[in-house]
């Protein structure tokens, strides 16, 4: 019998053969909502309404496949089905699992999902998003120096409390960096493990500073690389202006199938585009040290 690790991650109890070594287990066995098994998994979804090079999508499941790694089947926000190819390693399983499978799980489960990496302060939710390498996760991992938690990196999952108000659910106790961020936040390389085998992209794993509980979700700030060599920030207000943007940052909405999914999300942009605070940030590559990391944290994110 294969062991079976339980943990929470977004609001749910996860019962997995995959274990995942920086997430605290569960005691005793409460029921899954999630179950991670390892088994066979079909080549093609013989119901699929959505094809793509990598990615299958039919009304009940998600197929993902990743020539010598695995194929991943989701089904009904219920089930991950793993079947790992003969050369894959446990780390890259585990890097395509959190992201984007689980992703896939959590939409099929109604979240609504943005791209980046969330903080939390004085019981305040922040969402840093953006396209990949706009320092959203270098972002986050500075925070720490100041009194922040981190909730989530990669994929941010968005509910409505029962107040109606939106609220961030924490995730994996991770911050995923590249190496050279790891050396600017003069953090210790040696001792962290690899995302995946052939990536200098490294785990940080987090224990005081994971804030494992949902927050109310206020401000969104979304980065932009450009050539400039000082930071522009833009406050958008209107409703429309920020409307595009939640829809631009959503979380692969190409693989949810059922039109009602689809309509779900558009309502949910809506209801967030009413709410947060959005700020736009373009900066340069060129910016990313310590002191200048430090003074945006204390000028923009410090209340």
Same mark, same amino acid.
């Given at each position: 019998m294969k062991p079976h690790y339980q943990?929470?991650?977004?609001?749910l109890t996860i019962d997995s053969e995959l274990d995942f070594p920086e997430v605290e287990g569960l005691s005793g066995t409460p029921e899954a909502d999630v179950l991670i098994r390892f088994g066979h998994v079909p080549e093609n979804l013989t119901d699929a309404v959505v094809k793509r090079l990598r990615f299958q999508v039919s009304h009940r499941q998600f197929l993902l496949t990743i020539d010598s790694i695995a194929r991943y089947l989701v089904?009904?926000?219920r089930t991950i089905l793993i079947d790992p190819s003969n050369k894959a390693d446990h780390s890259d399983l585990r890097a395509f699992l959190l992201n984007p499978v689980? +992703?896939?799980? &959590? #939409?099929?489960? +109604?979240?609504? &999902? #943005?791209?980046?990496?969330?903080?939390a302060i004085n019981n305040e939710g922040i969402i840093f998003a953006g396209q990949s390498c706009t320092g959203k996760s270098t972002l986050a991992a500075a925070c720490l120096y100041h009194e922040f938690s981190v909730l989530s990196d990669d994929i941010c999952a968005i509910t409505i409390s029962e107040a109606g108000l939106p609220q961030i659910l924490p995730g994996f106790p991770i911050l995923k960096l590249w190496s050279d961020s790891l050396k600017l936040l003069n953090i210790d390389i040696g001792q962290l493990t690899k995302q995946r085998?052939?990536?200098?992209?490294?785990?940080l794993p987090l224990t005081e500073r994971f804030y494992s509980?949902?927050?109310p979700f206020n401000r969104l700030y979304v980065f932009e690389m450009t050539n400039r060599s000082n930071v522009e920030s833009l406050r958008i207000n209107d409703t429309v202006s920020k409307l595009a943007e939640l829809s631009v940052l959503q979380f692969q909405a190409g693989y949810l199938a059922d039109p009602?999914?689809?309509?779900?999300?558009?309502?949910q942009c809506v209801n967030l585009a009413q709410k947060l605070d959005i700020n736009q940030v373009r900066w340069a590559s060129g910016f990313f040290c310590k002191d200048n990391l430090t003074s945006f944290i204390k000028e923009s994110l410090i209340k």
């Open positions: 943990f929470r991650a977004y609001g089904t009904e926000g689980l +992703g896939a799980l &959590l #939409l099929q489960r +109604g979240l609504f &999902l #943005l791209n980046g990496a969330s903080v085998r052939l990536l200098e992209k490294y785990i509980e949902p927050v009602s999914f689809k309509a779900s999300c558009f309502r």
